[in-house]
């Protein structure tokens, strides 16, 4: 098995490469932290199995999916992020992925999910697919999630920040960036979601979780 990390944290990566070769010990595993790096491995390297964190230096937000399997259409895409998957998973796997993995999981699902993935082309966690099953049901499957997969990488994080509460000073110190363009980009996703401020954002995204 041949698997490509593309993650930008050094300490992620390390812990990832851990679990997988505890899984799969013969597993081969090739590492890199931007998304246009993945890009070129893709084209020089056939892979099994991309393990991709989506707030990544380069990322394209739901465009990667197209792009990585314009470039190899029978890979496996695991995505492994931050961003919360109740809100960020569907449109994912809508798009192409194989697998939304939570950063908060435990060693005991990544496990699980590398498994899943590999023996059965799919994984996402038990509250995830109770989205889904609810979503089919009431047929607002694209309905609800559209306007999340117009968001730009930056905008995710931005909106990401501010459901968590954080002031535009302090998610500019985060992402290292001005206020003014902090700013813009709440002006961008209060547009795209239709919102007015972040108390509506909140409440829209808690409300994204319940379909």
């Given at each position: 098995?041949?698997i490509l990390?593309?993650?930008?944290?050094?300490?992620?990566?390390m812990?990832?490469?851990?679990?997988i070769?505890?899984s799969?010990?013969?597993?081969s595993?090739?590492?890199?932290d931007?998304?246009?790096?993945?890009?070129?491995?893709?084209?020089?390297?056939?892979?099994?199995?991309?393990i991709?964190?989506?707030?990544?230096?380069?990322?394209?937000?739901i465009?990667?999916?197209?792009?990585?399997r314009s470039?190899?259409?029978?890979?496996?895409?695991?995505?492994?992020?931050?961003?919360?998957?109740?809100?960020?998973a569907?449109?994912y796997?809508?798009a192409?992925?194989?697998?939304?993995l939570?950063?908060?999981?435990?060693?005991?699902?990544?496990?699980?999910?590398?498994?899943?993935?590999?023996t059965k082309?799919?994984?996402?966690?038990y509250?995830?697919?109770?989205?889904?099953?609810?979503?089919?049901?009431d047929?607002?499957?694209?309905?609800?999630?559209?306007p999340?997969t117009?968001?730009?990488p930056?905008?995710m994080?931005?909106?990401?920040?501010?459901?968590?509460?954080?002031?535009t000073?302090?998610?500019?110190?985060?992402?290292?960036?001005k206020?003014?363009?902090?700013?813009?980009y709440?002006r961008?996703?209060?547009?795209?979601?239709?919102?007015?401020?972040?108390?509506?954002?909140?409440k829209?995204?808690?409300?994204l979780?319940?379909?």
């Amino acid at each position: 098995m041949k698997i490509l990390i593309v993650e930008d944290h050094p300490l992620i990566r390390m812990g990832l490469k851990l679990l997988i070769s505890e899984s799969e010990s013969k597993a081969s595993v090739t590492q890199c932290d931007t998304f246009p790096e993945g890009l070129v491995l893709l084209d020089q390297e056939k892979f099994d199995l991309l393990i991709l964190d989506i707030d990544i230096p380069g990322g394209e937000n739901i465009k990667m999916m197209n792009m990585i399997r314009s470039k190899q259409p029978d890979i496996i895409i695991l995505i492994h992020s931050g961003y919360d998957e109740q809100v960020y998973a569907l449109p994912y796997i809508k798009a192409g992925a194989n697998g939304f993995l939570s950063k908060q999981a435990s060693h005991d699902e990544f496990k699980t999910a590398l498994k899943a993935v590999m023996t059965k082309g799919k994984y996402v966690s038990y509250q995830v697919q109770q989205i889904l099953l609810n979503t089919i049901k009431d047929n607002n499957f694209g309905k609800v999630m559209n306007p999340i997969t117009s968001l730009s990488p930056n905008e995710m994080r931005v909106m990401q920040l501010l459901t968590e509460g954080k002031w535009t000073k302090e998610i500019a110190a985060i992402m290292n960036v001005k206020e003014n363009t902090v700013s813009t980009y709440k002006r961008r996703i209060f547009n795209k979601l239709d919102v007015v401020d972040s108390i509506e954002l909140s409440k829209k995204v808690s409300l994204l979780k319940q379909f």
